[in-house]
């Protein structure tokens, strides 16, 4: 591989660019917008007011869509699911699940559920 390349790659991976541009395009492909540059702009501008703490970042699922997601991954009604579930919930939606470190046996209570997607939703832009 040749130096540029490879420092063009270690720039991608340093500044999470990658990551950032997926998150992005999530979001204009579910919003769909008329004008997506401007709308671009206002979700940089939102992530931005978050960092300084002046705001709320923007998310591709709200807490009705988190609920229902996990309605959907508890088909029995049990009030639980599993960390399958969970980590395959987090895969999904583009989040990472590296940090994860739960035993098989562990329930996934939907309150944790909606905890941990909103953590890591939080984490996602911290690029």
Do not use: C
């Amino acid at each position: 591989m040749a130096a540029g390349e490879e420092q063009s790659r270690e720039y991608l991976r340093r500044h999470r660019l990658p990551e950032l541009l997926q998150r992005l395009g999530a979001l204009m492909l579910f919003h769909r917008p008329e004008r997506p540059r401007e709308f671009l702009i206002q979700v940089l501008e939102r992530v931005k007011a978050g960092r300084r703490a002046e705001g709320e970042y923007p998310f591709l699922m709200d807490e009705a869509n988190v609920d229902a997601m996990f309605s959907l991954l508890d088909v029995l009604g049990q009030g639980h699911i599993r960390p399958a579930q969970y980590r395959e919930a987090l895969k999904t939606l583009g989040l990472s699940t590296e940090d994860l470190e739960l035993e098989d046996n562990v329930k996934i209570t939907r309150d944790v559920f909606k905890k941990g997607m909103k953590k890591k939703m939080l984490e996602s832009w911290s690029v």
